[in-house]
């Protein structure tokens, strides 16, 4: 009985040749040939240069969010601020600028203004970026609040008069 070839089985000539060659590379014994050049011998370092490279811009990017929250936040504080002089203010309160300042952030400047019948208080405070560079980059950051004042407003009301309808 004779053996047929089959289309996946090479010729017997064509075995003993890939025989004689030796084994193919493989990259990581995989069993697949690995293209010429594709060592990784020019690559070592790489990644360490670009990481000294990319690592101070992530140190600045860091501070300079750190610092916008911190602005944000001196914000917020100002606003608190103005907001609770003027009640004080309204109300009548001698110690509403006092009131403002303990509110403030630290080297804020309080100013009340008053009028026929409202209260303004407006606050100021310098809002520096942290580190050497700080005062390059220094903003000030500031809220006004406006209230009704108390003492005026309940006489117009009796008398009948006033900027709300009765």
Excluded: K
């Excluded at 606050?123 to 004042?149: E, I, K, M, N, Y």
């Amino acid at each position: 009985m004779r053996r047929r070839a089959c289309a996946r089985t090479p010729a017997r000539g064509a075995r003993d040749e890939a025989s004689r060659a030796g084994p193919e590379p493989t990259a990581r014994g995989r069993g697949r040939a690995r293209p010429p050049g594709s060592g990784r011998r020019g690559d070592g370092g790489f990644a360490t240069a670009e990481t000294a490279v990319a690592l101070p811009a992530i140190v600045l990017l860091a501070a300079m969010l750190i610092w916008g929250v911190l602005a944000a936040a001196a914000q917020i504080h100002c606003v608190d601020a103005a907001r609770i002089g003027a009640r004080a203010a309204a109300r009548g309160e001698v110690n509403a600028v006092e009131l403002a300042r303990a509110a403030a952030p630290p080297g804020a400047q309080v100013r009340v203004a008053v009028a026929a019948d409202t209260v303004r208080v407006d606050v100021d405070a310098p809002c520096t970026a942290p580190g050497r560079l700080g005062g390059l980059l220094a903003v000030r950051v500031g809220a006004a609040a406006v209230a009704a004042r108390e003492d005026v407003l309940g006489s117009t009301i009796e008398a009948g008069g006033g900027p709300w309808p009765s």
